[in-house]
């Protein structure tokens, strides 16, 4: 199994390292011919989703990812990976893979100041360490779209068949329960009955 | 109490955590900043005069405007850092409550205490400061500094300090890892800093925060440079509103960041940029900033 990561900015060694302790192989992606390597699985790591989102474009990532990602790619997206997913961004008429029936909010909590830790549950493993870093949260989901995650009465974490995401940081805990929930429930699952 | 101020620490260093790979662009109008988020830089740092026309000015340089700051604040969607004078914990407590969301004590501005830097443990936004080699980042880091950045030179388009500043403090992290565990007593009584920060250095082969260049970076080569020397992303002050085609600059240095170990990448996106900043040499100033603060 291999698991490419988006390395355009932004937190992705941390995922590396989440996966690395999973005794999962991954490999950054950061150009074009990095896509020449078959993947099983892509991370969408936290970041600013702008630069991100930008990158993938200047840099002739977008459509090749977006293919994949159509054809049931299982991905997981982290923060800024979570608004890269969504079909809505909250005041902009910009989206980017547009994956997840959902509408998020960018920097819903605030500036820095609003930035905070808590613990909380994710449906089907329990309580779980969350750091939300400016973090945006899920103003609403599709009936489709599972809901694993609610801080406050905000939606946080969701999943939408083989597209998982999280408006919190699990890569920068040392607890990798989420990074496993994705390996084992939807990367090893996919295409099984 | 210090649970909570632990707890918000970690938070800090976390969002410097996800502006790794980035570009740090100074900017002095709403304007500028909005070109830079275009351009895609991953947080602007909002000041009324970048460091070229600082240096060119003369005079004593003070925290800016907060209702300029606030400007840009309202424009932009990244995060938006700003200065305050070395040791000027009013004015950083002025950018605290204004919610900034990284404050820069910075040597670029004028010194406001040459003795004492910011109690910056006091403060729940997050605080960057400039060091040149390890000795100045772990003193900043017991300070409360959740971020570091080279001082290389600002303002003069020569990158030579920042390299330098890097090259010293990768070097010195190469020597803290491998030191006995009984030499690490004496290496922190040299160094001036604390044992438990300069062990923490000694275990996980870097900083425990994390660690930009700054000062001097005009071109995307100079920012791969940096990159290549083990910079985790750049800052970029007057290179950019300085030179011909400020948009187009600040993208190539983007991908510069993000690709900065792929020649063919950069090969391209060096092309035709237009005029670089003029630049003044090391040798032909009068005022080094990085002796700021040590």
Redesign the interface.
């Known amino acids: 199994m291999k698991i490419g990561v988006l390395?355009?900015?932004?937190?992705?060694?941390?995922h590396i390292g989440a996966l690395h302790a999973l005794q999962v192989d991954s490999f950054e992606i950061?150009?074009r011919e990095d896509l020449q390597t078959a993947m099983d699985g892509l991370i969408l790591p936290?970041?600013?989703s702008?630069?991100i989102g930008?990158?993938l474009k200047?840099?002739d990532l977008f459509h090749a990812l977006n293919e994949q990602i159509q054809n049931g790619l299982p991905v997981f997206g982290t923060?800024?990976g979570m608004i890269l997913l969504a079909k809505k961004i909250r005041g902009t008429d910009t989206a980017y893979f547009g994956a997840i029936d959902m509408e998020v909010k960018?920097?819903a909590y605030?500036?820095?100041?609003g930035?905070?830790?808590t613990e909380a549950a994710f449906k089907g493993i329990g309580v779980i360490p969350m750091?939300f870093?400016?973090a945006p949260y899920i103003e609403w989901a599709a009936p489709e779209v599972e809901i694993l995650s609610e801080v406050n009465k905000r939606i946080v974490a969701v999943r939408q068949n083989n597209l998982l995401a999280t408006a919190y940081?699990p890569e920068?805990t040392a607890d990798n329960r989420v990074h496993r929930y994705f390996i084992e429930q939807i990367v090893e699952k996919r295409g099984k009955p | 109490m210090q649970a909570e101020i632990e707890k918000q620490y970690e938070l800090n260093k976390n969002l410097a955590q996800m502006l790794k790979g980035g570009v740090i662009m100074d900017v002095s109008t709403p304007e500028q900043a909005r070109i830079a988020e275009q351009a895609g830089a991953v947080a602007v740092m909002a000041l009324e005069r970048i460091p070229a026309d600082i240096r060119a000015a003369g005079g004593v340089s003070r925290m800016s405007d907060p209702k300029m700051i606030r400007s840009i604040q309202q424009v932009v969607s990244i995060p938006v850092m700003a200065k305050v004078r070395i040791g000027h914990f009013v004015e950083a407590q002025i950018l605290e409550a204004i919610e900034i969301d990284y404050i820069d004590e910075s040597e670029v501005l004028s010194p406001a205490d040459d003795k004492y830097h910011i109690d910056k443990s006091k403060f729940k936004v997050p605080f960057v400061c400039g060091a040149k080699n390890i000795g100045e980042a772990l003193r900043r880091i017991a300070e409360g500094a959740s971020m570091i950045r080279t001082k290389g030179e600002p303002g003069t388009g020569d990158v030579i300090q920042a390299v330098r500043h890097i090259r010293a403090m990768t070097s010195e992290i190469r020597r803290v890892q491998s030191m006995k565990e009984d030499e690490l007593y004496y290496a922190a009584k040299e160094l001036q800093v604390p044992y438990e920060l300069l062990r923490s250095v000694h275990e996980n082969g870097k900083l425990p925060v994390v660690n930009f260049a700054a000062g001097g970076v005009a071109t995307p080569a100079d920012a791969a440079l940096m990159m290549q020397l083990g910079a985790e992303g750049v800052f970029v002050g007057s290179g950019i509103f300085k030179s011909g085609n400020p948009a187009k600059r600040a993208q190539a240095i983007i991908k510069a960041v993000t690709n900065f170990s792929d020649p063919h990448v950069l090969a391209e996106i060096s092309e035709d940029l237009g005029e670089a900043m003029v630049g003044i040499n090391e040798s032909e100033i009068q005022l080094l900033m990085a002796e700021r603060g040590i």
């Not at chain 1, 390395?7 to 941390?14: K, P, T």
């Open positions: 390395a355009l900015q932004g937190g992705f060694i941390e950061r150009k936290g970041g600013e702008t630069v930008k990158l200047e840099l923060c800024a960018r920097n605030g500036r820095q100041l930035s905070f830790f750091t870093i400016r940081h920068l």
